[in-house]
């Protein structure tokens, strides 16, 4: 079935550091969802992303939707502690249809 | 008020038992879902229900079977269970965006 890719799988950055995961489609997208999952958690939706070439800030939270809406990218500015954990990126091929959820990248960050 | 729950929290269980999970959510929300998660953390969608009709069902093995009696309810039923089994299981809800979910069931299955 359709993918979504995302990378990296991994990331680990001292605190203060920045911190970047992208997700990438071989489709245009709609839309694309972001979402949080703290270690022991369930996912919590960030943000959704709709324009093409659209930028949405969350304080330290930097969202991008591609010029093509085929990719979209996740900026975490000087990390904290408290932003420890799993980060998905999430799409509709079509609508009417489950979310897919790309692989996730998994963020630790060590003070 | 929790917005989607699932019960139970954890379910250990032996290899080729019958278990069943239940979720229930408060956001009136018309489609409901389930998710499995497994030990590398990706999220596979098992089954989507829109207003208590099947409108997804991926490619999952038919000993895992949903209900739902409601609008506000989806429950899972898996018959003879295996040790790749082991996951944890989300039920989640939507009305479009956001997919809200529940806490997660954490099914063991020895």
């Known amino acids: 079935g359709q993918q979504v890719m995302q990378i990296p799988q991994y990331q680990h950055v001292q605190e203060g550091e920045d911190f970047t995961t992208y997700c990438n489609s071989s489709?245009?997208?709609?839309?694309i969802q972001w979402y949080k999952q703290r270690p022991g958690g369930h996912p919590v939706f960030l943000i959704q992303?709709?324009?093409?070439?659209e930028v949405k800030k969350q304080k330290r939270l930097t969202f991008q939707f591609g010029e093509a809406k085929k990719n979209s990218s996740l900026h975490i500015t000087a990390t904290q502690t408290t932003d420890v954990g799993t980060y998905f990126c999430?799409?509709?091929?079509?609508?009417?249809?489950?979310?897919?959820f790309g692989k996730g990248t998994t963020l630790s960050v060590s003070s | 008020d929790t917005a989607v729950s699932q019960t139970p929290k954890y379910l250990v269980t032996q290899m080729g038992n019958d278990k069943s999970i239940k979720c229930e959510q408060n956001?009136?929300?018309?489609?409901m879902y389930w998710y499995k998660q497994d030990s590398k953390k990706f999220l596979k969608i098992m089954f989507s229900?829109?207003?208590?009709?099947?409108?997804i069902n991926e490619t999952v093995p038919n000993r895992f079977s949903p209900k739902s009696p409601d609008k506000a309810h989806l429950n899972l039923h898996i018959n003879s269970l295996e040790l790749g089994d082991s996951a944890v299981y989300f039920c989640?809800?939507?009305?479009?965006?956001?997919?809200?979910f529940g806490p997660g069931t954490r099914l063991t299955v020895t």
């Open positions: 989640a809800s939507s009305q479009e965006a956001p997919v809200v």
């Open positions: 489709t245009t997208l709609s839309n």
């Open positions: 992303l709709v324009k093409s070439g």
């Open positions: 999430a799409v509709r091929f079509q609508a009417g249809t489950a979310l897919i």
């Open positions: 956001l009136g929300h018309d489609t």
């Open positions: 229900y829109n207003n208590k009709e099947l409108i």
